[in-house]
């Protein structure tokens, strides 16, 4: 049981990355999916959610520029992140709306001015 979250890496500031986050055993993305951020000294904010019917809601900050989505088949949640910027620098965890609320391991985002 467990959500893998995959494909942080370093981008200059203007390029993109998407990540991944796969949900195996009993974890269920149909539950609902949140990306969730924590920047280095700050507080861990959320991003974007995907609700049980597959509707998207981001936070101010990075509507326009980050797209959620999801593959049920997969069972994986997907966060395509484009016009990255230095302040979107942080470790991403996806994180199940399910009754046990399971959480990635995080993956590292660094963007470069």
């Known amino acids: 049981v467990q959500l893998q979250a995959s494909g942080g890496g370093l981008v200059q500031a203007g390029g993109s990355l998407r990540l991944s986050c796969a949900a195996s055993?009993?974890?269920?993305?149909?539950?609902?999916m949140a990306w969730y951020r924590r920047a280095p000294g700050k507080q861990r904010e959320l991003v974007a959610t995907?609700?049980?019917?597959?509707?998207?809601i981001y936070e101010d900050s990075v509507k326009g520029r980050f797209t959620a989505s999801k593959d049920n088949a997969k069972n994986t949640v997907y966060l395509q992140m484009n016009s990255l910027k230095p302040e979107d620098t942080a470790v991403y965890y996806c994180?199940?709306?399910?009754?046990?609320?399971?959480w990635g391991q995080g993956t590292q985002v660094t963007v470069s001015s």
């Open positions: 995907i609700t049980r019917d597959g509707t998207a």
């Open positions: 994180h199940n709306l399910g009754y046990r609320g399971y």
């Open positions: 055993g009993s974890i269920s993305i149909g539950d609902g």
